[in-house]
């Protein structure tokens, strides 16, 4: 059994940073892959970042050059700095985590990005 807890998340102004954070607890003998979802009430999920354990990045597109993904993975944890926030990418961030062939999914944290 795997547990994900995510913090970091807040009020921000358009324009402001965050760091978020994720910490895995459980049994795990080594991780597929980390990452971010973004979900907007009455939207669908949608990615925001992953890295792999080898280290692999990838992002969406609207986040790219913004958004810096990064892993300890001694620590089970995953990271996701976000600079220069924008007011539409206010939103719920879940954190998840790819292990052998099951994904797992932390409880989310709110980030509200004011205009």
């Known amino acids: 059994q795997v547990q994900l807890v995510e913090s970091g998340g807040g009020l921000v102004q358009a324009g402001g940073s965050l760091r978020l954070s994720c910490q895995a607890s459980g049994t795990i003998f080594g991780i597929n892959a980390m990452g971010w979802y973004r979900q907007v009430p009455g939207n669908e999920r949608e990615l925001v970042a992953t890295?792999?354990?080898?280290?692999?990045?990838t992002y969406v597109d609207s986040v790219k050059g913004r958004f810096t993904i990064s892993s300890d993975y001694a620590r089970n944890t995953v990271y996701l700095q976000m600079n220069s926030l924008k007011a539409e990418e206010t939103a719920v961030y879940f954190c998840?985590?790819?292990?052998?062939?099951?994904?797992?999914w932390g409880k989310g944290t709110l980030v509200t990005v004011s205009s």
């Open positions: 890295v792999t354990g080898g280290g692999l990045e």
């Open positions: 998840y985590l790819r292990y052998r062939s099951v994904e797992y």
